[in-house]
Antibody, heavy 123, light 112 residues
Framework: EVQLVESGGGVEQPGRSLRLSCTCS????????MSWVRQAPGKGLELVAF??????????EYAASVKGRFTISRDDSKDIVYLEMSGLTTEDTAIYYC??????????????WGQGTLVTVSS | DIVMTQSPDSLAVSLGERATINCRSS????????????LAWYQHKPGQPPRLLIS???TRESGVPDRFGGSGSRTDFTLTISSLQAEDVAVYYC????????FGQGTRVEIK
């Protein structure tokens, strides 16, 4: 059974940093690209970042809203994908979902989703 | 950036009746080299993560009831629920992945 379990959410002040983790199981992690998708309160879904698998050198892509502030990375030895968030603003308040992209090159759709972790940015 | 626009924002349908959700992209998401539309549909219920229903505009995912159907091409797409069930109450999103993926604003489906 495919499982994606996020952790690391919480309350943080504007300007600070936070790291989210997503521990994966039930599939060969290294074969897939991985993404983070967020949903702000009362808003729709937004793809934040994705990371390709090693065949594609683990290259990354970001939404314009987070580029330069967020960094996605992966540890294929531990089956974990991370999202390092810096320079947080109140606009980053959202549920953050870890998702699996069925294609190694990434940037397609999400076939499996974690339950999400809530990030609240507030002073 | 490709902008996805769904209509309506919400709709109420009687049990057993048809629900139709439209999605329009600001540019074509049909990739000519493989003749595939880079368009997916998701169902999102409160307190749960979104669920992938359809990829490539019309390919239903395993386990998705056949009352869900996707159609359309290039810039105009439709998700149809042929006979609405109580468990179908949710927000539905379209998503393009022709370029950096983007979602529509969502359509809320309720029981009339």
């Amino acid at each position: 059974e495919v499982q994606l379990v996020e952790s690391g959410g919480g309350v943080e002040q504007p300007g600070r940093s936070l790291r989210l983790s997503c521990t994966c199981s039930g599939f060969t992690f290294g074969d897939f690209s991985m993404s983070w998708v967020r949903q702000a309160p009362g808003k729709g879904l937004e793809l934040v970042a994705f990371i390709r698998n090693k065949v594609y050198d683990g290259t990354t892509e970001y939404a314009a809203s987070v580029k330069g502030r967020f960094t996605i990375s992966r540890d294929d030895s531990k089956d974990i994908v991370y999202l390092e968030m810096s320079g947080l603003t109140t606009e980053d308040t959202a549920i953050y979902y870890c998702t699996r992209d069925p294609y190694p090159a990434g940037g397609t759709y999400s076939d499996y989703w974690g339950q999400g972790t809530l990030v609240t940015v507030s002073s | 950036d490709i902008v996805m626009t769904q209509s309506p924002d919400s709709l109420a349908v009687s049990l057993g009746e048809r629900a139709t959700i439209n999605c329009r992209s600001s540019q074509s998401v049909l990739y000519n080299s493989n003749n595939k539309n880079y368009l997916a549909w998701y169902q999102h219920k409160p307190g749960q993560p979104p669920r992938l229903l359809i990829s490539w505009a019309s390919t239903r995912e395993s386990g998705v009831p056949d009352r869900f159907g996707g159609s359309g091409s290039r810039t105009d797409f439709t998700l149809t629920i042929s006979s609405l069930q109580a468990e179908d109450v949710a927000v539905y999103y379209c998503q393009q992945y022709y370029s950096f993926p983007s979602f529509g604003q969502g359509t809320r489906v309720e029981i009339k």
